[in-house]
């Protein structure tokens, strides 16, 4: 077997996800693909369209073999976080080959070089950032320029000052840098790759072509609310399971949902709220000013927002806030060398193969049914991981299931089991 990694969110599956999976696979020669997927919150602090199971069986449907989640207490933060979390779940199966992310720099070399220099951050490119840094520059600009000294000194790639900054501050180029800092430090055997970003970029909200981004078609979905208008830019297996829940009254999810919830937690928390993730320079005095005025989380952002408080870091601090995640679990959780459990989402044939291995190669927990998880809640790590993915699940339950109330029968991990999908041809 030669097993491909990717990591992704699937919000939802379309034809820009299909063609990095499609080129992934080739460039790779890989035979087998694993996908390690953020559940029912986000890396920006939003709920996921619809549920992970939804999405992981959509994700197999289109030529995925195994989708594994990525614990809540990392899908729902910055780069460093989320690609820590992700390449450390990879890791730890011990029989991964290769990952491939999409980029907007298109070359592995160039983000390779960069992310060895900022790991190893030899003493000259130390003098530098120091020397910039007490001039008086901001610390991006100067680690830009620190690294454009290190590496036009030393011959290590051709490459100028206006493109390196461009790919230290591109979305998905950091995501990349992230993932390859985290394969050195972990000293890791697998090998990255990287493709570029086709035609739409990674924030654009237009509908264009056959190809777009993630962020226009749930934008599609919240304006419109019409399935229909996203049918030429997903492929057929994606729109017909949404078609299907959407018939089913599972609506599409957006986290204007959860304001009230998040009012409720801020009026109640206010004393405590700096104990959340995310919760510094002030902003919970701003949250808690604001919230009673603000007729919608829109408003609430808008509010908030300024030359200190991004709209990305709003959002994922009252994303925190929603599901509790404390700076002292980040804190615990953030530098582990190996996850210990993994939970299976959805699988194929082929995915029932990667499993085999798995369980040849790692000593990673394959966590199936959560009934059969009780044997490893007393390890800390294990329970702190596992407790966050359940407490998400409910909360994004109590909204995604507001029209089938008869079906919510408790805390969902616990009735449904992975997807299985057999004989998938893709």
């Given at each position: 077997m030669?097993?491909?990694g990717?990591?992704?969110?699937?919000?939802?599956f379309h034809?820009g996800h299909?063609?990095?999976?499609?080129?992934?696979?080739q460039?790779?020669k890989?035979?087998?693909?694993?996908?390690?997927?953020?559940?029912n919150?986000l890396?920006?602090g939003?709920?996921?369209?619809?549920d992970?199971?939804?999405?992981?069986s959509?994700?197999?449907?289109?030529?995925?073999?195994?989708?594994?989640?990525?614990?809540?207490?990392?899908?729902c933060?910055?780069a460093?976080?989320?690609?820590?979390?992700?390449?450390?779940?990879?890791?730890?199966?011990?029989?991964?080959?290769?990952?491939?992310?999409?980029?907007?720099?298109?070359?592995?070399?160039?983000?390779?070089?960069?992310a060895?220099?900022?790991?190893?951050?030899?003493n000259?490119?130390?003098?530098?950032?120091k020397?910039y840094?007490?001039?008086?520059?901001?610390?991006?600009?100067?680690?830009?320029?620190?690294?454009?000294?290190?590496?036009?000194?030393?011959n290590?790639?051709?490459?100028?000052?206006?493109?390196?900054?461009?790919?230290?501050?591109s979305?998905n180029?950091?995501l990349?840098?992230e993932?390859?800092?985290c394969l050195?430090?972990?000293?890791?055997?697998?090998?990255?790759f990287?493709?570029?970003r086709?035609q739409?970029?990674?924030n654009?909200?237009n509908i264009?072509?056959?190809?777009?981004s993630?962020?226009?078609?749930?934008?599609?979905l919240?304006?419109?609310?019409?399935l229909?208008?996203?049918?030429?830019?997903?492929?057929?297996?994606?729109?017909n399971i949404?078609?299907e829940?959407?018939?089913n009254?599972?609506?599409p999810m957006?986290?204007?949902?959860?304001f009230d919830i998040?009012?409720?937690?801020?009026a109640?928390?206010?004393?405590?709220?700096?104990?959340?993730?995310?919760?510094?320079?002030?902003?919970?005095?701003?949250?808690y000013q604001?919230i009673?005025?603000?007729?919608?989380?829109?408003?609430l952002?808008?509010s908030?927002?300024?030359?200190?408080y991004t709209l990305?870091?709003?959002?994922?601090?009252?994303n925190?806030?929603?599901?509790?995640?404390?700076?002292?679990?980040?804190?615990?959780v953030?530098d582990?060398n190996?996850?210990?459990?993994?939970?299976?989402?959805?699988?194929?044939d082929?995915g029932r193969?990667?499993?085999?291995?798995?369980?040849k190669?790692?000593?990673?927990?394959?966590v199936n049914k959560?009934?059969?998880a009780?044997?490893?809640?007393?390890?800390k790590?294990?329970?702190t991981?596992?407790?966050?993915d359940?407490?998400?699940?409910?909360?994004?339950?109590?909204i995604?299931?507001?029209?089938?109330?008869?079906?919510?029968?408790g805390?969902?991990?616990?009735?449904?089991?992975?997807?299985?999908?057999?004989?998938?041809?893709?």
């Amino acid at each position: 077997m030669n097993i491909l990694g990717v990591i992704v969110e699937y919000n939802p599956f379309h034809n820009g996800h299909l063609h990095h999976l499609n080129k992934s696979r080739q460039l790779t020669k890989a035979t087998h693909t694993v996908a390690i997927m953020s559940g029912n919150f986000l890396q920006r602090g939003e709920p996921a369209l619809f549920d992970k199971y939804t999405r992981a069986s959509i994700a197999v449907e289109n030529g995925v073999d195994l989708v594994l989640e990525l614990p809540t207490l990392y899908a729902c933060q910055s780069a460093e976080i989320f690609a820590h979390g992700a390449i450390t779940t990879l890791n730890s199966l011990n029989c991964i080959d290769s990952i491939c992310f999409g980029s907007e720099e298109g070359s592995i070399d160039v983000l390779y070089t960069i992310a060895k220099i900022l790991v190893d951050e030899p003493n000259e490119f130390k003098v530098n950032l120091k020397k910039y840094l007490d001039e008086g520059m901001l610390y991006p600009s100067a680690r830009s320029m620190s690294l454009f000294d290190y590496i036009s000194k030393h011959n290590l790639i051709d490459i100028s000052k206006d493109k390196l900054l461009n790919v230290l501050n591109s979305s998905n180029n950091i995501l990349g840098l992230e993932y390859i800092k985290c394969l050195l430090k972990l000293n890791s055997n697998i090998k990255p790759f990287t493709i570029s970003r086709v035609q739409a970029s990674y924030n654009s909200e237009n509908i264009t072509s056959s190809i777009c981004s993630a962020t226009a078609i749930r934008k599609s979905l919240k304006d419109y609310n019409d399935l229909s208008l996203i049918s030429n830019v997903v492929p057929s297996q994606t729109y017909n399971i949404l078609n299907e829940k959407i018939n089913n009254n599972f609506l599409p999810m957006f986290d204007e949902a959860y304001f009230d919830i998040i009012k409720s937690i801020v009026a109640r928390d206010i004393s405590i709220l700096d104990k959340y993730f995310e919760v510094n320079e002030g902003i919970e005095n701003k949250i808690y000013q604001n919230i009673f005025r603000s007729n919608s989380l829109d408003e609430l952002h808008l509010s908030i927002k300024s030359k200190r408080y991004t709209l990305t870091k709003i959002k994922r601090t009252l994303n925190n806030i929603l599901l509790g995640i404390t700076k002292e679990d980040i804190s615990y959780v953030k530098d582990i060398n190996a996850v210990p459990y993994i939970r299976v989402l959805a699988f194929n044939d082929r995915g029932r193969e990667i499993l085999k291995a798995i369980k040849k190669t790692s000593e990673v927990n394959i966590v199936n049914k959560l009934s059969k998880a009780s044997f490893s809640m007393n390890d800390k790590l294990f329970k702190t991981l596992l407790d966050y993915d359940i407490r998400s699940s409910n909360i994004y339950n109590l909204i995604y299931y507001k029209n089938n109330p008869d079906l919510l029968k408790g805390p969902m991990d616990y009735y449904i089991s992975p997807i299985y999908i057999k004989n998938n041809k893709n």
